[in-house]
């Protein structure tokens, strides 16, 4: 019994582990997609940080409730869209985030160039 007590808070702390390091990682890419996307802005270090949990959980409920996954280069031309909708939606809830939806759509593609050459598994 005791096993398994230690094997679920285990999993507990790795899924906990897996949610902030993919907040650092879309962090890092939504700045560096920002910095190379002209129409895209992003105004300080809180807006960033911000943004990346938006998007993170924004990313989570798309794979909860409908299997796809938000993601560029994930689920092709579905993905591209999801990705596009979600980069530009984050503005209505973050101060100091604006976006064009050109901008969106360079973003998603700059966003999945760099999402698709980070290692590791990413998935929640």
Same mark, same amino acid.
């Given at each position: @019994?005791? +096993?398994?007590?230690?094997? =679920?808070?285990? +999993?507990?702390?790795?899924?906990?582990?897996?949610?902030?390091?993919?907040?650092?990682v879309a962090a890092i890419v939504l700045?560096?997609?920002?910095? &190379?996307?002209? !129409? %895209?802005?992003? +105004? +300080?270090?809180? =807006? *960033?940080? $911000? /943004?990346?949990?938006? *998007?993170?959980? @924004?990313?989570?409920?798309?794979?909860? &409730?409908?299997?796809?996954? /938000?993601?560029? &280069?994930?689920?092709?031309?579905?993905? %591209?869209?999801?990705?596009?909708?979600? $980069?530009?939606?984050?503005?209505?809830?973050?101060?100091?985030?604006?976006?064009?939806?050109?901008?969106?759509?360079?973003?998603?593609?700059?966003?999945?160039?760099?999402?698709?050459?980070?290692? !590791?598994?990413?998935?929640?």
């Amino acid at each position: @019994m005791e +096993n398994n007590q230690t094997s =679920s808070r285990s +999993n507990t702390g790795s899924t906990a582990l897996q949610i902030i390091g993919r907040l650092v990682v879309a962090a890092i890419v939504l700045g560096v997609t920002a910095f &190379f996307t002209p !129409g %895209f802005s992003i +105004n +300080n270090i809180w =807006s *960033l940080g $911000l /943004a990346a949990i938006v *998007l993170t959980v @924004m990313d989570y409920l798309i794979i909860k &409730f409908t299997g796809l996954h /938000a993601s560029p &280069f994930g689920k092709g031309f579905v993905g %591209f869209v999801l990705a596009v909708i979600t $980069l530009y939606v984050t503005q209505y809830f973050v101060a100091g985030y604006s976006i064009s939806w050109m901008a969106a759509i360079i973003g998603a593609l700059i966003y999945g160039v760099i999402d698709y050459f980070i290692p !590791g598994e990413q998935e929640m």
